[in-house]
């Protein structure tokens, strides 16, 4: 395996370094993806790079998939503008640290917003 040796002041790379895009002069062919593992190990090299071609999906979208798409962009939506709604903000805020240490609890304010958004999303379109 190749060995990787950053420049002064880089010591680790994590996540796509290049990306195939859309845009044909502002792209590659192929995805360069970095990865720095971070653990209790005598191997210090823990960096390793990845290349991977572009894949083009060979099948359309099906109406599953739609429905799975739509319903994390809702709620992602909901969440973010809920995040920011000072009227609720100091309820989620006794109602998160109320749970966070139960069995079960969220443990990131973020995390307990999506599942109060995705519960209320999930009975406003039931699946039949």
Known sequence: MANV???????SVSGA???????P?????KML????????TTNPKCNRLYLRKQVKRSTPIS??????????????????AR???????????IAFNAQKDQPGGKKTMKKYLWSLEM????????QG
Not at 17 to 23: A, D, F, H, R
Request: include cysteine; charged fraction near 20%; glycine fraction near 4%.
């Open 5 to 11: 040796v950053w420049s002064a002041g880089i010591d």
């Open 17 to 23: 370094l290049s990306k195939p895009g859309s845009n």
């Open 25 to 29: 002069q502002h792209s590659c062919e």
């Open 33 to 40: 993806l970095g990865t720095h593992r971070v653990a209790a």
């Open 63 to 80: 109406a599953h998939e739609r429905d799975i798409r739509n319903r994390f962009t809702a709620v992602a939506t909901a969440v973010a």
């Open 83 to 93: 995040a920011q709604d000072l009227t609720q903000m100091t309820q989620d805020q």
């Open 119 to 126: 519960a209320t999303y999930d009975a406003a379109h039931p």
